[in-house]
């Protein structure tokens, strides 16, 4: 196995590993509050999880996702858009265009599996989208009009970025650009500045330890940014236990799913544990906010820059991948990771 297919098997299991373990209390943090999800963690035994979070009953919390009673990675928005993310660029290359992303989630993503921005912009799309424009005519409308909505300064586009920068390695540049034509589709300033930070700092980590990996891609956001802000502050914060209270007091007025403050939650809980797969994980959605997004963001991270993800948060999902996209309902890991590697290898050529 090559290095570029070993850092993209470890991307692929990180993240789908760490959405996993995020994903049972993602509503309950969301609609409740971090007490809220405190009190069902300390529940279950496991306050700063370090493993997939055991089930206690509640009406937020459904036990399949729980440990022990998953067989696969359940399907989710995350996974989707890495997937969507790939079939885009099997398709398009380095051409992909903000266009070419309208046109490939009128195709397929269900609108249902679509939150906030992404609906919001969905909508538009289909309000003011020509008839035949999915299937390759002009759109009829400026597409740029469907980031004019109220999220776009929400986590969505962070969590569809994480691929370009795999498929870029060593060119954060390249996976930047890549990035923002996705993100702004249904996002603007910070939204499409989370986007390009996860997606650049992926990128470098092929060439560069985290530190410098963080500096090349804070390089490509606007020094006056509210993302460039969050993450100088979590850097302050890493090693800090109680950081997560300060990123949430930080940020008590914006809301869970906004990008800054999960962006600023994603720094600290990597930055606080590299050498570290379960701790980096656990922190992450211990401390909150959207849980199986940062989860997800932290756990493919870790795994371009860390060690193989234990076979403990891989073994439960066997290689089988849940997805809810048009006539997808299931890949593999496999599968999966010989895509990505075929990607990255045609966009080198290229």
């Known amino acids: ?22 994903k049972p209390v993602e509503m309950l943090s969301m609609r409740e509050g971090h007490a809220a999800l405190a009190a069902y963690l300390d529940a279950a035994g496991a306050p700063r999880p370090r493993a997939y979070i055991p089930y206690v009953e509640h009406p937020l919390v459904r036990r399949e996702w729980c440990a022990g009673g998953f067989t696969r990675s359940e399907p989710d928005d995350d996974i989707n858009y890495s997937v969507l993310a790939l079939m885009m660029l099997e398709r398009f290359g380095a051409g992909l265009r ?15 599996r679509t939150y906030t921005a992404e609906r919001a912009a969905y909508r538009i799309l289909l309000e003011r989208g020509a008839e035949w424009f999915p299937e390759g005519a002009d759109p009829g409308f400026d597409v740029a009009e469907c ?15 994480d691929l370009y920068g795999w498929v870029c390695p060593g060119d954060p540049h390249r996976a930047a650009a890549l990035a923002r034509e996705d993100a702004a589709l249904s996002h603007a300033g910070d939204g499409i500045h989370g986007a390009v930070f996860v997606a650049a700092t992926g990128a470098a980590l092929a060439e560069r330890s985290l530190e410098r990996a963080v500096d090349a891609a804070l390089a490509l956001l ?7 802000a969050a993450v100088r502050f979590a850097l302050d914060l890493a090693g800090d236990p109680g950081g997560d209270a300060r990123i949430r007091e930080r ?3 914006r809301s869970p799913v906004a990008t800054v403050n999960n962006l ?17 994980v656990g922190d992450a959605v ?21 060690d193989a993800i234990p076979e403990s948060w891989t073994a439960p999902w066997s290689g089988r991948v849940g997805v809810g996209l048009a006539g997808i309902s299931e890949v593999s890991l496999d599968d999966l990771v010989a895509r990505t590697v075929r990607v990255a290898e045609r966009l080198a050529g290229s």
């Open 147 to 161: 980031a004019a909505n109220p999220y776009n300064d929400w986590i969505g586009a962070q969590i569809s970025a």
């Open 264 to 280: 600023a939650l994603v720094v600290w809980s990597l930055c606080s544990h590299l050498d570290d797969y379960g701790a980096a």
């Open 222 to 228: 606007p020094a006056d940014s509210e993302a460039h």
């Open 251 to 253: 940020y008590a007025e």
């Open 1 to 22: 196995m090559n290095d570029l297919e070993t850092r993209i098997r470890r991307a692929w299991a990180g993240r789908i590993s760490g959405c996993q373990l995020g």
């Open 286 to 306: 211990a401390a909150g906010l959207d849980t199986d997004c940062n989860g997800a963001t932290v756990g493919a991270l870790w795994g371009l820059q860390g």
């Open 98 to 112: 903000t266009v070419d992303v309208a046109r490939s989630w009128l195709r397929w993503l269900p609108a249902a």
